[in-house]
């Protein structure tokens, strides 16, 4: 079957379908299985699945989608231009803004992240679910429910003490019942005021078939001190975690080894060209990664320089040398990765994985490597926290 033919066909339709679907019904018309596609492309199922439903809630950041797009067209024999233009299509409407343009680096040089490019810590690298990171979202509900319901009943017992203070204020006898003894009155006289509550109102002609009972006069009480209201507590304002720039995350500790040395067979070593092996210092870190079984995305800080995002495409691949090297991968399992010019391997069962270079800096560092702020840009682990606590200080103040 010619499979170019058939996708020209299919685009003569007037009906524009989301990438998902296009990439889901040319998948389907040559008869290859979604996990033939995952074991070609290296690609992890679940993504794949996210990816055919245009779930782009369910998926990493553009940078990684972009290239899943490419890697899948690929094996499918379809237009890189043709899937890429179905994809931000489908991206303005279903996320209903424009599909983030990507300006990789492959250089070592600083260079500050694009601010569109989210970040790929997103993606739990400690091989959880990604679920996993709404955890937070319970805690911080019921935290501000407990306030709003503590602050509710101190207005309404507040109100309540207000107005019985303000009934007490008078200079009117109290209008609780005052039980007085009999005595003779003049026929002229008032009624005696009791707590027993008469069947019927009390008239003159009731009072003078009763005995003579003498009037007693009820002096005026001395208004009652005013009951000074407590002070209230001064209250904090909630912290509206809309409008951090460092909204709270969670952070682990790395407990496992990251990697560990392999042997490979010969085409694997050829990857480690002459040239590369002659970078090779024995008094920094070294690590050469090749995107040898597909396309592969990384973001990496070697010392002090910034973060920075690179995308390989098959067979390419990038060196970087430095006294300390932290990175965190997509797709790592289409790479070959040689540290000190040896093979190690990085498993995990997501394709996403993050590497610290020495081995002995990795209980230094936490996950993720590299969390995004709401501002669009990477922070390593300790300085998102540092910031996250002082942002927290500034908010409760």
């Known amino acids: 079957m010619n499979h170019e033919s058939k996708s020209t066909h299919h685009e003569n339709s007037t009906t524009v379908v989301h990438i998902g679907d296009y990439l889901k019904r040319e998948r389907e018309a040559i008869k290859v299985s979604i996990e033939k596609v995952s074991q070609k492309t290296k690609i992890n199922l679940n993504i794949l699945k996210s990816l055919e439903a245009n779930d782009f809630k369910s998926l990493p950041s553009p940078a990684y989608v972009k290239g899943f797009v490419l890697s ?23 996320v209903g803004k424009p599909f983030p343009a990507l300006n990789h680096s492959k250089n070592t040089e600083p260079l500050q992240i694009n601010p569109e490019l989210n970040d790929p810590a997103k993606v739990l690298e400690d091989e959880k679910k990604i679920e996993s990171r709404k955890k937070l979202v319970l805690p ?52 005696v005021v009791t707590d027993a509550v008469p069947d019927k109102p009390v008239t003159t002609e009731a009072i003078k078939d009763e005995a003579p009972k003498e009037v007693v006069k009820v002096p005026k009480t001395a208004p009652p001190q005013p009951v000074l209201e407590a002070a209230k507590p001064e209250e904090k304002p909630a912290i509206n975690l809309a409008k951090r ?12 080894k990251l990697f560990a040395y392999q042997d490979g067979d010969e085409a694997t070593m050829s990857l480690l060209n002459e040239e590369t092996k002659s970078k090779f210092d024995g008094n920094q870190e070294n690590v050469y990664i090749n995107a040898a079984d597909g396309d592969t995305w990384l973001s990496y800080k070697v010392d002090d320089k910034k973060i920075q995002s690179v995308s390989l495409k098959k067979g390419e691949g990038i060196f970087l040398q430095g006294k300390k090297v932290l990175m965190f991968f997509g797709n ?34 936490m ?5 995004k702020a709401s501002n669009d840009m990477l922070y390593t682990a300790e300085e998102y926290i540092q910031r996250m606590t002082e942002e927290e200080k500034q908010v409760s103040n």
């Open 367 to 371: 996950l993720p490597l590299f969390p």
């Open 332 to 365: 790592v399992k289409a790479t070959r990765i040689f540290y000190q010019n040896k093979l190690i391997d990085a498993p995990t069962p997501t394709g996403f994985k993050s590497l610290i270079f020495p081995e002995s800096e990795t209980k230094k560092h």
């Open 72 to 94: 899948y067209a690929r094996v499918l024999g379809l237009s890189p231009e043709d899937v890429i233009n179905k994809l931000e299509y489908s991206y303005l409407t279903i």
């Open 245 to 256: 720039i460092f909204p709270p995350k969670d952070f682990r500790k790395i407990n496992l």
């Open 140 to 191: 911080v509900t019921l935290g501000i429910s407990v306030v709003v319901g503590v602050v509710g009943l101190y207005n309404l017992l507040t109100g309540t003490i207000k107005k019985e203070i303000k009934s007490t204020q008078t200079d009117e006898v109290p209008t609780a019942p005052i039980t007085v003894e009999a005595q003779p009155v003049s026929e002229t006289t008032a009624p």
